[in-house]
């Protein structure tokens, strides 16, 4: 047994069950707590899958306990691209963590790029309609819907306005006019993606009183709103992130050429512990292989951390590719 130890010492507890990362053990009647330690961020992100599809749950709960074993490891679900998304310090950590989970959950699995979480918005204001009319012989379908879509400041809370008058729409049907507005708003008219910072004005429609329901209007509202959306002069968004790297003085100019040919934008440089410290801005869709990139350019001696930023638009080159990939994958499901 160990009777005591003292700082820098290093102690091993057998059997603890109710202890987790950052806590602080003391004599019984102490209270002190330690500041907790903080990790590192994660820098290399892979989308991880099983191999077969009856391994959903084993890799989720085997990814999750290697988590816990190692607080720099991240398991996530990203809620937009549905993707399990693995993420560490490293290629080195993800592999490890890879044959960590064949050996104790016996779980083959896929690694693959990641998806970016792309948006879509509109620039400018567009009139959109539609008439959903539909008859079967018993009772038909019938709703129809004008609405303008234009550009939102995201700090507008307000993204629908209810300019009906004289009961065109009938009030009760206007909350299957913003569901089906919701619903279009999950898959934009360029190429699928989410679409935000827009407001939606209806302003015009038409009902027939026994043909009219809510699925007719929600219908309605949801291709008028792509017709609208189509005619504001849509846009691709992507995630950009903040990035500050730190490498030594003789690997500046390989670094920031790097950086640039990522379509990043060099934000400043200053010295930090003897370091070069550069801070750019790159998009998200091009940082995915940068760790591997870095040690490579800079022998291992390069680090770099990053994080979210904001939403800019995509470069019509480059914004054509992604519209184009995202039809032919939707083709092909």
Known sequence: TVDSAGAGEIVALAKLRHTGLNDTLTSPGVTRQLPPISFPRPVTFYAVAPKSQGDEDKLSTGLQRLAE????????????????????????????????????????????????????????????????????????????????????????????????????????????????????????????????????????????????????????????????????????????MKVKVLIPDQ???????????????ILGMSTEDGLQAILAEVPQAEMFTYASQLRSLTGGRGSFEMEFSRYEVVPSNIAQKIIAAAQKEREGE
């Open 69 to 240: 074993d190692d607080p720099t490891l991240k398991v996530e679900r990203n809620t937009e691209t549905k993707e399990l998304i693995l993420s560490g310090l490293g290629d080195v950590q993800i592999d490890v963590a890879i044959k960590r989970l064949k050996q104790r959950s016996n779980v083959d699995v896929v690694l693959n790029t990641p998806k970016v979480p792309y948006k879509e918005t509109v620039t400018t204001r567009g009139e959109g309609h539609y008439k959903h009319k539909k008859q079967t012989g018993g009772r038909g379908q019938y709703g129809e819907v004008y609405l303008r879509v234009e550009p939102r400041d995201p700090a507008d809370p307000e993204w629908f306005v209810d300019a009906i008058v004289g009961g065109v729409i009938p009030s009760g049907f206007m909350p299957a006019v913003q569901k089906g507005l919701l619903e279009a708003m999950q898959s934009g008219a360029l190429a699928g993606y989410p679409v935000i910072n827009v407001k939606v004005t209806v302003y015009d429609g038409s009902h027939h009183e026994v043909d009219s329901s809510e699925i007719s209007f929600k219908i309605a509202a949801a291709r008028a709103f792509k017709d609208g959306m189509l005619k504001a002069k849509p846009v691709l968004l992507e995630p950009i």
């Open 251 to 265: 690997f500046m100019g390989e670094v920031t050429g790097d950086l640039n040919q990522r379509r990043g934008r």
